[in-house]
């Protein structure tokens, strides 16, 4: 079992930054690949981007390719959303996900845990 907190949403104006965190506690946090998601209001939560175990390998979406950074920190069990140039597209709530394997998986069937979500607003 592992629980997982974000925290670090809020409000921005476009062109703006944030940066989430996702902390988790139970399990060993190092033994899951982590992943970002967003859910719009009145769509489907979609992936935003995944980090291996150690780091090492990153997947982004399109949509937030060159703008948004994860990255994880293994002794704090934290894992990290770096969000730059940010416009009103990105407004959603994000939430952080765990998933057995080692590999960086994209879609939602394949993460096990997930944290309450942080809402983003951007506006223009």
């Known amino acids: 079992q592992v629980q997982l907190v974000e925290s670090g949403g809020g409000l921005v104006q476009a062109g703006g930054s944030l940066r989430l965190s996702c902390a988790a506690s139970?399990?060993?946090?190092?033994?899951?690949?982590m992943g970002w998601f967003r859910q719009a209001p009145g769509k489907e939560r979609d992936f935003v981007a995944g980090?291996?175990?150690?780091?090492?390998?990153?997947y982004y979406a399109d949509s937030v390719k060159g703008r948004f950074t994860i990255s994880r920190d293994n002794a704090k069990n934290t894992v990290y959303l770096q969000m730059n140039s940010l416009n009103p597209e990105d407004t959603a709530v994000y939430s952080c996900?765990?998933?057995?394997?080692?590999?960086?998986?994209?879609?939602?069937?394949?993460?096990?845990?997930w944290g309450q979500g942080t809402q983003v607003t951007v506006s223009s």
């Open positions: 996900a765990a998933a057995y394997g080692a590999v960086v998986v994209t879609t939602l069937n394949e993460y096990t845990y």
């Open positions: 139970g399990r060993t946090f190092s033994g899951y690949v």
């Open positions: 980090i291996s175990r150690r780091g090492i390998s990153t």
